[in-house]
């Protein structure tokens, strides 16, 4: 909640007084549906993912988020009616397989995080359509500061009553650890500010390139989360999770060099 005010404040400064971006209005009832569905849809999937991590290990998490792609190139189609080359396509399987193969080897299984991981990943998924098709449609062509200044209040609206009713300790909590960490407000700004940056710059990414390739690109940093899920937490792995994940990365490297090759 803290990330989405800082984005909120930070998008209206950056418009209002910096003029860095021209500042665009609604249009139409659509559209603000369309926002605020891509604001509920965003808080979804982050609530979806944190909530997978009480029963997945990261990697795990990382690995099952690879899906990413087959879910986005899923709603891409339905949404917009939009193909890819069918060799594209193709390497979205190993992508999807490795995922599965890597479930059946992944000695933390659990039912629930795996179905709370999978809902997040079909969210994002969504959300990276959604938004597709608000910066880039001739109807819609909102610019991506703008779009992160009418998510961010939406999604704060939505994630508040959330956060008072599942965290009812929330504020005691903050507080004590404001008194016994003195840096703790500079941390939450420096990291409000990166959320932002991180934002934005998946709005550009999306506008210029596609929301495909976007979750694609997003997997090569999954894989490196892997690596660095196993050596700071230890938690095991098995011959059959590594070909799993294995099988997944070279997925994605077969993705991209289909994409350079059909561009």
């Given amino acids: 909640m803290c990330h989405m005010t800082a984005c909120a404040v930070l998008s209206y400064v950056s418009i209002v007084f910096l003029k ?3 500042f665009q209005r609604i249009k139409s009832r ?8 891509l604001s509920v849809v965003f808080c979804g999937s982050v609530v979806g993912g944190n909530i997978s991590l009480r ?5 795990f998490n990382q690995a099952v988020g690879a899906t990413t792609p087959f879910f986005t190139a899923l709603f891409a189609f339905l949404m917009t009616t939009k193909q890819e080359a069918w060799v594209t396509y193709g390497c979205l399987v190993p992508i999807v397989t490795g995922v599965i193969i890597a479930s059946g080897g992944e000695p933390s299984f659990h039912l629930y995080g ?3 991981c999978i809902g997040a990943t079909a969210a994002r998924a969504f959300k990276s359509v959604l938004q597709g098709v608000l910066l880039s449609s001739e109807g819609e062509k909102l610019n991506s500061m703008n779009l992160l200044l009418y998510m961010s209040p939406i999604a704060v609206l939505v994630l508040l009553p959330a956060a008072l009713v ?3 300790n929330v504020v005691d909590v903050t507080m004590t650890l404001a008194t016994e960490h ?3 407000g500079l941390l939450i700004l420096v990291n409000s500010a990166m959320a932002y940056g991180a934002n934005l710059l998946n709005f550009l990414v999306t506008k ?3 929301a495909l390739t976007l979750q694609v690109l997003g997997n090569a940093k999954g894989a490196v989360a892997v690596v660095i899920s196993i050596l700071i937490f230890q938690n095991p792995v098995t011959f059959i999770g590594i070909a799993g994940y294995t099988m997944t990365v070279m997925g994605v ?7 350079r090759r059909h561009k």
């Fill in 55 to 59: 029963y997945l290990p990261v990697s």
């Fill in 182 to 184: 003195r840096y703790l």
């Fill in 114 to 116: 795996f179905i709370m």
């Fill in 20 to 22: 860095i971006a021209p």
């Fill in 166 to 168: 599942m965290e009812p």
């Fill in 208 to 210: 210029h390139t596609s």
């Fill in 253 to 259: 490297v077969a993705y991209g060099e289909s994409k």
């Fill in 30 to 37: 659509s559209q603000f549906f369309r926002i605020a569905t």
